[in-house]
């Protein structure tokens, strides 16, 4: 049992290295809309800022009115919630709109704290994949060079083990 659940402790760093690259292209991908974006001047629709402490991302609703004549509805578009207050009064702001892109609409006064965000949550999960990675390959290393330390070497409880004394 030991050992299917050492080789099934491999999802661990599988699921950091996937948060990483999520985190990885969503950098990218803040970066790309910031840098190719066409500049527009959003409305502000509506701004919901939770006020508890469990709740770490807000949201705010655009309307963006393009050049073209087409216009864009962004509902319910989150952000952290350290970054609320720096649109929270305003009825516009500044956003660079690239259609089609997966970040298709980037508040341009927060992005760039925006993509650094991610960047750094990139790299944690990267770390974290890696110190995950390390013990659980060193632990199923363990069990196949000298096995499970529950199984070896005990045939008998020690009667003057420590733990078999009463205290008084």
Not at 64 to 73: E, S, W
Not at 105 to 114: E, L
Not at 118 to 138: C, D, H, S
Request: net charge negative; charged share 20%; hydrophobic share 50%.
């Amino acid at each position: 049992m030991t050992r299917l659940v050492a080789r099934g402790a491999w999802i661990v760093p599988l699921f950091f290295l996937v948060v990483a690259l999520h985190q990885g292209k969503t950098t990218v991908d803040l970066q790309a809309t910031l840098e190719q974006g066409t500049p527009a001047t959003a409305e502000i629709l509506e701004v919901h800022e939770e006020n508890r402490v469990d709740v770490t991302f807000d949201w705010v609703s655009l309307r963006v009115p393009l050049g073209d004549g087409t216009v864009i509805t962004k509902d319910k578009l989150a952000l952290p919630h350290s970054l609320i207050p720096l649109v929270a009064d305003k009825e516009t702001v500044e956003v660079r709109v690239n259609p089609g892109a997966s970040q298709d609409v980037v508040i341009t006064s927060i992005v760039n704290t925006q993509w650094r965000i991610a960047a750094m949550n990139a790299a944690i999960a990267f770390v974290a994949a890696l110190l995950f990675a390390g013990g659980v390959f060193y632990w199923n290393r363990s069990l196949r060079r000298v096995g499970d330390p529950a199984q070896r070497g005990v045939d008998e409880p020690d009667p003057d083990h420590p733990a078999r004394k009463v205290a008084w």
